[in-house]
């Protein structure tokens, strides 16, 4: 096990009713802030209302920030950054999923910086400083709740990039399961791929010795495997919700990567797709891990086995670790299949015309490799696509 340093400073406050205290938590912070969503789903639900009222309750003052889309726009954080310089704002509420959560923070650190908050997302500057976070989940699948990330598109040539600092966790996060009774069940699927392969980032690792975190990372897994399947079909199963809520929070809060190497290249890879074409994020990983993991296996086929027996329950009486290994890649694809996800680029009717410029994208113009547990360069993304066409 390496040596590591944790913090996980979000206060998550769980369960049915919680959003009504939203106008509590915010008032120890700010009484003038911005309050951040998506389209208009928090109004049909009544959401917005509860939100309002317990926000003027408080003696809260708030402008919003709507109209929030899925793979959250660079030119929407600079209005949102705007606002919160011209009005004085020193507080960002958001109520979303990962999309809405992913603005608020990087309006959070635009806000203070005197640069342009592309820098952060380009490497080009550190995060010093950052306004304080609030965090409504409604769509289990990003973590962003609870995470130190942000991930932005930048419309100027469709790159999709993304920042990690302990400054941008939130300060809070209500997380309401009935919040997500009414989410379609594509999106609940790309929801239960999306927490999965956060976990998977950090299962498939070089390092020795990490015996309670695999445990932790396959309980994680089992627990999606097991209730998302309930929560499709039958949406308000609270049980099976709140115990999706809570997976995707433990999946992507750091503590499931503590003392431990971790990878990312899958999220990487897939950050070109959904930059480029749009889709759902969940979708495009559930296409993009079967590949990559088909491609490294033979890396260290043990790993790979070890998680086709405790994962997916396939019996090692195989005839040889290499069968375990691609049976256990067999039953992702197939749970995947199951929820009505995509696991081929052309199930999406993505093309082969851009793999080149995707990888060209992904590695820096093959000046970078990308990943932890096998190092890749661009011939590698190139090939990855292609075994995802």
């Known amino acids: 096990m390496e040596n590591f340093t944790f913090v996980s400073p979000t206060k998550i406050i769980f369960g049915r009713g919680t959003e009504e205290t939203v106008g509590g938590e915010v008032k120890k912070y700010s009484k003038k802030i911005l309050f951040c969503y998506g389209g208009g789903s928090i109004k049909r639900s009544g959401l917005y209302d509860r939100i309002v009222k317990s926000l003027k309750e408080n003696g809260i003052e708030f402008i ?33 999923g990962g999309s809405v959560l992913d603005t608020a923070k990087a309006v959070a650190v635009g806000v203070p910086y005197s640069g342009d908050v592309w820098d952060f997302y380009l490497g080009k500057a550190e995060v010093k ?23 932005i598109t930048n419309e100027d040539g469709w790159f999709k990039k993304g920042i990690n600092t302990d400054l941008i966790r939130p300060a809070f996060a209500i997380m309401n399961p009935e919040l997500t009774f009414t989410l379609p069940p594509y999106q609940t699927a790309c929801g239960a791929a999306d927490i999965m392969a956060h ?14 975190t695999d445990r932790l990372c396959e309980g994680t897994l089992k627990t999606i495997i097991n209730n998302a399947p309930l929560a499709l079909e039958n949406p308000k199963n609270y049980d099976a919700r709140a115990e999706m809520m809570w997976a995707n929070t433990i999946a992507h809060n750091g503590v499931l990567g503590t003392g431990r190497e971790t990878d990312w290249a ?38 790979f086995v070890q998680f086709a027996v405790r994962v997916w329950d396939v019996d090692l009486s195989f005839d040889s670790e290499e069968e375990i290994a691609l049976e256990g890649i067999k039953r992702m694809t197939e749970f995947f299949k199951k929820m ?21 994208k992904c590695t820096s113009s093959d000046t970078k490799l990308i990943g932890g547990f096998v190092k890749l360069k661009k011939s590698d993304i190139i090939n990855i696509y292609k075994l995802a066409k």
């Open 199 to 212: 976990v998977m980032e950090r299962y498939f690792t070089n390092t020795q010795h990490v015996d309670l």
């Open 340 to 360: 009505g996800l995509p696991v081929k680029l052309s199930e999406i009717n993505i093309p082969d015309d851009r793999f080149e410029e995707m990888a060209d």
């Open 129 to 151: 400083a950052a306004l304080p976070v609030g965090a409504i989940l409604t769509i289990p699948a990003t973590g962003s709740e609870a995470s130190n990330s942000s991930v």
């Open 266 to 303: 899958s999220h990487k890879i897939e950050h070109e797709l959904s930059g480029i074409y749009d889709i759902a994020h969940g979708a495009g990983l559930s296409i993009i891990f079967p590949a990559w993991m088909k491609y490294v296996y033979k890396h260290n086929t043990k790993r």
């Open 64 to 96: 919003e920030l709507s109209g929030i889309k899925p793979n959250p726009r660079l030119s929407t954080v600079k209005v949102g950054i705007k606002i919160c310089r011209e009005n004085n704002i020193s507080f960002v509420l958001a109520a979303g």
